[in-house]
């Protein structure tokens, strides 16, 4: 079953203030790599919590995928990082191991 939703939206980010141009996949800013715990699938915008969250690590495999944390409640989520992300902010979690045991 994928719970997958595409949405389109701009959104401004509450970490950095930089304005993001939702392609239908941004779930994240570009510039501060910073996302929001709005979902509780990906795109469905049901989670209640709001809370900023925080991206501690990468993990790459075929692909790079950023590791979030919630500031708020600790919850945390992987998602895929896009090729307009920020690449310094991206060496930077690269360069700091990060424990992904839950
Ligand atoms: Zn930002
Ligand atoms: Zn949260």
């Given at each position: 079953?994928?719970?997958?939703?595409?949405?389109?939206?701009?959104?401004?980010?509450?970490?950095?203030?930089?304005?993001?141009?939702?392609?239908?996949?941004?779930?994240?800013?570009?510039?501060?790599?910073?996302?929001?715990?709005?979902?509780?699938?990906?795109?469905?915008?049901?989670?209640?919590?709001?809370?900023?969250?925080?991206?501690?690590?990468?993990?790459?495999?075929?692909?790079?995928k950023?590791v979030?944390?919630?500031?708020?409640?600790?919850?945390?989520k992987i998602?895929?990082?896009?090729?307009?992300?920020?690449?310094?902010?991206?060496?930077?979690?690269?360069?700091?191991?990060?424990?992904?045991?839950?």
């Amino acid at each position: 079953m994928k719970k997958f939703q595409k949405k389109e939206e701009n959104f401004t980010c509450d970490h950095c203030g930089t304005i993001n141009y939702g392609d239908g996949w941004t779930d994240h800013c570009h510039n501060c790599l910073y996302s929001k715990h709005v979902d509780n699938y990906p795109g469905d915008r049901r989670n209640k919590c709001h809370g900023l969250m925080e991206p501690i690590g990468i993990i790459r495999k075929k692909e790079e995928k950023i590791v979030y944390e919630c500031i708020k409640c600790k919850t945390r989520k992987i998602c895929r990082s896009s090729k307009s992300d920020n690449r310094q902010e991206i060496l930077k979690l690269l360069s700091q191991p990060v424990d992904l045991s839950q």
